[in-house]
């Protein structure tokens, strides 16, 4: 008898103890979910406290490249077709159709003017109307079916880069990249000025073009006082970003675990199926 009833007593203790942790259980819930629901807005959003984004040298940045092209097995039309891409993501983000469909895309001779190029062409399949400004058209076979492309969607060519920003709802910046260095030299001096002066917003594709990768914006010249609204960074942030003030996005979502341990990178968590993400600015908002 006397067994029977600790039996009883014993079972109805472990009951006790268990309605005892899910009551602390559901006490610790009901204090953070507002916390969790409010994080919640923040899905695409990584603040620095979480993530501290390595930077990469020029010759970090071309070595990478070169990685991604014998290690990765990429070719360079697929590493532009994935830049452009993110480009054209950042873009449809910064600035949706609902904004105004004209995009100007001004392109330079080298991979970076290649990359708006892929840009111009999927902002025209999201319902853009995109024109192309690229004064200096490469010969290289890849750029040059590159423009038989847009071409094919009847994308406009232009030669006056000062009567089309009067007359676009946005510009992408895809003159030079990261490679940059030197002096800015004609017709892309003027082009550059007029995007200092201009109140249209300007996405740069990867570096805001004339600066220089590791000491920012030019001392003197036309792009002293250019610092565009928006930045999409590929394959990892340069230390240029330091006196970037507008919205900065992230496009690498191309770089194996591989590469990425070898260049020390953190590579951020993509929402969904984006090849973007925006990045926290410690230097503030334009």
């Not at 695409?44 to 097995?73: C, N, R, W």
């Not at 492309?149 to 880069?161: G, H, R």
Request: overall charge neutral; glycine content about 8%; hydrophobic content about 40%.
């Amino acid at each position: 008898m006397v067994t029977d009833l600790f039996i009883v007593f014993d079972r109805r203790y472990c009951s006790f103890e268990a309605l005892y942790k899910w009551l602390c259980l559901s006490y610790i819930l009901i204090l953070t979910f507002p916390y969790l629901v409010g994080s919640a807005q923040y899905i695409h959003y990584i603040p620095p406290s979480e993530m501290a984004l390595k930077t990469l040298s020029a010759k970090s940045a071309a070595a990478l490249d070169q990685d991604l092209m014998t290690v990765g097995a990429f070719s360079i039309d697929q590493l532009m077709e994935l830049a452009g891409l993110s480009v054209s993501q950042a873009v449809y983000r910064l600035h949706p159709p609902s904004r105004g469909r004209r995009i100007l895309v001004a392109c330079g001779p080298g991979n970076n003017g290649g990359d708006g190029l892929v840009a111009a062409r999927h902002l025209w399949h999201y319902g853009y109307k995109p024109t192309i400004y690229y004064p200096k058209q490469s010969k290289n076979d890849l750029y040059q079916r590159l423009s038989t492309q847009l071409k094919a969607l009847n994308i406009p060519f232009v030669d006056d880069f000062h009567s089309a920003i009067e007359e676009t709802d946005h510009v992408v910046d895809a003159i030079f990249g990261f490679s940059f260095t030197g002096e800015v030299r004609d017709p892309f001096g003027p082009v550059i000025e007029a995007l200092a002066k201009s109140r249209v917003e300007v996405t740069s594709v990867d570096a805001p073009s004339s600066w220089n990768i590791e000491s920012g914006p030019p001392s003197s010249g036309p792009g002293k006082d250019f610092n565009p609204t928006s930045l999409v960074s590929l394959t990892a942030p340069k230390p240029l970003t330091k006196w970037f003030k507008g919205r900065h996005f992230l496009g690498g979502r191309f770089v194996s675990p591989g590469i990425a341990k070898k260049y020390d990178l953190s590579i951020p968590e993509y929402p969904g199926i984006d090849q973007v993400v925006e990045l926290d600015n410690p230097n503030g908002k334009l």
